[in-house]
C-alpha cells in the first residue's frame, strides 16, 4: 500500500542553520509528492510539490528533489528563521480511482528555530 | 478570497454523543475532504465530496458520515462518540476537477469526548 515515513521530531535548530528533514514514500507507480506546513493555531498549507522524478520543488527558500530511486523527498533549507517553527508533513496522491481529495500525509516533523 | 472556515472551532461532547461539523470551502471550489488528525495516528483521510456526492472514503467505521450541499458547503456527523474520536478535525477543499493534491486546509474543529 501507500505510505509517507518521515523524520520524527522534534527539531531544535538555532536560526540561519540549515534544515534537512528526510521523508521517503512507498507507492504503486509514481505519485505526486508534497510538503504541507501547519503553523501554531492554522491550518495546513502546501508549501511545494513535485510531479515526476528529478523534478525540484521550491518556495520560501524550502527545496525538495523526487528521489525515485531513493524513493525520497526530503526538504531542506539552508537559512532557517524564526518564522519557520512549524509542524512540517510530507504527503503523497495516491494514482487511480479514489485518490481526489485523498493525500497520504507522514506523521510530521515539529521544527523550532531559536533566535 | 476567504479560506476555508470550519465551525465550531473547539467543542466537547460526552461518549455516546453525537456531533455535526461543519465546512465551508472556498468560493468556486467544488471538492471537500475531511480528516482526522491526533497525536498517535496523525492525519487520516475520512472522506470526500464532489457535487453533493461521496467520491472517496477512507478507512473510518459508519459512524462517521458526511454529506455536501448545493452551495458546495459541507457537514460531517460523528454518532455514538468514543472517547478515541477526540481529535482536530480537518475540512479542505479544492477545485475537485483535476488530481492536483492541492488542497485548502480550514483551521479545524477541536473535538473533546469525555
Known amino acids: 500500500g501507500n505510505s509517507v515515513t518521515q523524520m520524527e521530531g522534534p527539531v531544535t535548530l538555532s536560526e540561519e542553520a540549515f534544515l534537512t528533514i528526510n521523508c521517503t514514500y512507498t507507492?504503486?507507480?509514481?505519485?505526486?509528492l508534497f510538503w504541507y506546513v501547519q503553523y501554531p493555531g492554522e491550518g495546513l498549507q502546501l508549501l511545494l510539490k513535485?510531479?515526476?522524478?528529478?523534478d525540484k520543488g521550491s518556495n520560501k527558500g524550502f527545496e525538495a528533489t523526487y528521489r525515485k530511486e531513493t524513493t525520497s523527498f526530503h526538504l531542506e533549507k539552508g537559512s532557517v528563521q524564526v518564522s519557520d517553527s512549524a509542524v512540517y508533513f510530507c504527503?503523497?496522491?495516491?494514482?487511480?480511482?479514489?485518490?481526489?481529495?485523498?493525500?497520504?500525509f507522514g506523521k510530521g516533523t515539529k521544527l523550532s528555530v531559536k533566535p | 478570497k476567504a479560506g476555508v472556515t470550519q465551525t465550531p472551532r473547539y467543542l466537547i461532547k460526552t461518549r455516546g454523543q453525537q456531533v455535526t461539523l461543519s465546512c465551508s470551502p472556498i468560493?468556486?471550489?467544488?471538492?471537500v475532504s475531511w480528516y482526522q488528525q491526533t497525536p498517535g495516528q496523525g492525519l487520516q483521510f475520512l472522506f470526500e465530496?464532489?457535487?453533493?456526492?461521496?467520491?472517496n472514503k477512507g478507512n473510518f467505521p459508519g459512524r462517521f458520515s458526511g454529506r455536501q450541499f448545493s452551495n458546495s458547503r459541507s457537514e460531517m456527523n460523528v454518532s455514538t462518540l468514543e472517547l478515541g474520536d477526540s481529535a482536530l478535525y480537518l475540512c479542505?477543499?479544492?477545485?475537485?476537477?483535476?488530481?492536483?493534491?492541492?488542497?485548502?486546509f480550514g483551521e479545524g474543529s477541536r473535538l473533546t469526548v469525555l
Open positions: 479542505a477543499s479544492s477545485t475537485g476537477t483535476t488530481n492536483t493534491g492541492e488542497l485548502f
Open positions: 507507492a504503486t507507480g509514481y505519485p505526486s
Open positions: 513535485a510531479t515526476k522524478a528529478d
Open positions: 504527503a503523497l496522491t495516491p494514482l487511480g480511482k479514489g485518490s481526489q481529495g485523498n493525500l497520504i
Open positions: 468560493s468556486g471550489h467544488r471538492s
Open positions: 465530496y464532489f457535487s453533493e456526492t461521496q467520491r
